[in-house]
């Protein structure tokens, strides 16, 4: 070989290595071996295709190092809950290992189908995709509710993820961040990975989800305030959030050492829809060793219709430290349960252990108990015992409860070696109660659980959390939980009928001043430092429109839209609180669909009948929720017909009309349709949903509202509120 072709070919080499070391990435570019990239700050857009993303990555052995790169999507959008489009999408691969990547600004962040040996490290991807929240502070809005149930064709996916994993195997998710979005990391039938010393915090809807998802090792992450649905004081719903979720036949995982706090659920088990149409399987065999789920507004811990083991967790200051409904063989053992409304729960449970665990200022340490009957025709009683029996409750220490054990319907129930102190009641049971055991005898001890923690060095997930204590510290506005690093104004007293309104201001370190308001007299300050109490009265008036403007001047800090604000550098943050009053009428009818159905026909009334409405109402705020429909008298009405008719005043400006309802509804302002939703086929999803349409009034105007139930749950909101141009995601 000449020294010419020589000199060439290392040229050449060189050229290829640079070029691997220096990727530049475009929209649509596909990516098949290893390489850097180079770091900036690239704008591209997804499409609304997740099979088109902006970038793909193909092959074997790959390792890219994107270098701190940011890929920012959706670029022309301001509100999170219109980002669309997948940055990464990663497939049919195996080796492939992704690192130091930050993307922001998609429905998806990352998403993964069919890969072999998948490694994500020191990726950040925050501030993507999430919902609007219609829920206030003073009242729950029932299409904040979320549904996971199914995901056999991505049903997960209409709710976004940083991370979606689906058929990956021995997948590896190490030190990366998600915050400000929805659901962090969500894993569908992807089995042998390890999930280790990340931080998933500060979502709206989930930490990290499985279905279908087995033989997995969740350790020393950090996965705290992943809620919506609450608002402290007044509704403690959690609507389906949870900073762990484990559904549909996911089994023999295992959760060591997590801080899992203030999620809506802190851990939230269901065997899934397989096991209730069969009386088969479950989410069996997981272990939940030495974690956090304390705060949680519904359950610490709910795991249901399934068979596991729960060791020595913390779980505090929920509505229920363990939900256990139909549960079996499970073991609950050195738990330490605190201040919760009810410390264990399980209904229709069997052969279940509860040994060794500590209570402690709980209202009702351990309840257990079955209703009268199943309903005739489900599957899951029909196929199970469903029988609530055979407990074993030992060595366990109730401290200052107020009712220790309340049983009923139960059977076959051991009772021995438990201590108590100041406890108000032990023992509660009645005539349902047979074969209690409550002779002495020797404890016996569990083995000891061994986590192999693969030679990694664990990170600290707990550090610092006593300053999140308790559930007062869940704040959630209209885009999810507030994560104490920007400045806010917070109202303390929501529901308060006074006309006194109180407010704190949280920020990081700097100076407030209030630069606008309206709807107000009497501010306590106008300006100060933080933190601070602000106090102010209402002026009185039929019509409630608040506002607040005010300047912030500090530390630099990150608002929770992911800009990053300059110390020094004025920002703004503000409070608003509406409602425009509306005088209804409503006028509720009887329907048989058998006879005329509204939905096929389009009218509200077949022209052979005449009806007269079993129920009448004014009212001035039209905002309905109803289980099982209407009862008048003896009579309940399974299916229903609202016809409202309201009228209002507002000054001139741009509105939004936001309506939210089960199962079908028509609204008519000044006798013009606007919103058409008379076919709920469309709606495929066990959710109530909501619509928004922009209005321009002024003056006087009429509303009329036509609302079906069809059977079963129910709900109907109408709202209207001005569109503020101020807004903090601008």
Known sequence: ??????????????????????????????????????????????????????????????????????????????????????????????????????ARGYKVALLAKNVEKLVLENCDFSYNYRQHLNSTQEKEDISDWMSYHHNENDEWLRYGAAMYLRNCINTIVKNCKVTGGQNALMMMECNGGLVMNNDFSFNSGIGIGMYKSSHNRVMYNRVIFNVRGYSHGVFNRGQDSAGMLVYEQSSNNVFYKNNVTHGGDGFFLWAGQTTMDTGKGGCNDNLLLENDFSYAPTNGVEVTFSRNKIIANRIFECDHGIWGGYSYSTIIKDNKFRNNRIGIAIEHGQDNQIWYNNFSKDREAIRLWARKEQPADWIYALKRDTRSREYTIAGNSFNNVANGLNISRTSAVKIFGNTYSGSAAYLKIDSTVTEIDSSERPLVDFAGWYIDTLNVKPGNPFKESNKYSGRKNIMVNEWGPYDFGYPVIWNTNPTDSSPMMKFDLIAPAGSWKIIRFWGLHNISAMNGTFPAVLTAEKIKGERTDIFIELGYNGMSYTNQFGKRIAAGKPS?????????????????????????????????????????????????????????????????????????????????????????????????????????????????????????????????????????????????????RPIIQTLWYK
């Open 1 to 102: 070989m000449t020294k010419r072709i020589k000199a060439i070919l290392v040229l050449l080499l060189c050229s290829l290595f640079l070029n691997a070391q220096n990727i530049k990435l475009v929209s649509g570019m596909k990516i098949s071996r290893s390489g850097k990239v180079l770091k900036k700050e690239y704008k591209l857009d997804g499409l609304s295709d997740n099979d088109k993303p902006v970038v793909l990555i193909e092959g074997e052995n790959i390792t890219i190092d994107f270098n701190q790169a940011v890929l920012q999507g959706s670029n022309q959008k301001l509100r999170p809950d219109e980002f669309f489009g997948v940055a990464i999408l990663i497939r049919n691969g195996r080796n492939i290992t992704i690192k130091n990547l930050v």
């Open 572 to 720: 703004r943050f503000y409070f608003e609180k509406f409602f425009q009053p509306v005088d209804w009428e409503l006028l509720f009818f009887s329907l048989d669909t058998n006879s005329h159905n509204p939905i096929k026909e389009g009218s509200l009334f077949s022209i052979y009948e005449k009806k007269a409405p079993f129920k009448t109402e004014k009212t001035n705020r039209l905002d309905y929720t109803w289980w099982g429909g209407i009862r008048e008298g003896s009579f309940q009405h399974k299916q229903f017909i609202t016809s409202a008719n309201g009228s209002f005043t507002v000054p001139k400006g741009t509105y939004e009309l936001s309506v939210t309802w089960d199962d079908a509804v028509r609204i008519y302002l000044d006798e013009k349709l606007v919103l058409e939703e008379w076919n709920p086929s469309k709606y495929k999803f066990d959710e109530s949903p909501n619509r928004k349409i922009r209005l321009d009034l002024e003056g006087f105007h009429r509303l009329r509202v036509e609302h079906l139930e069809l059977g079963g749950f129910a709900t109907l909101s109408v709202k209207i």
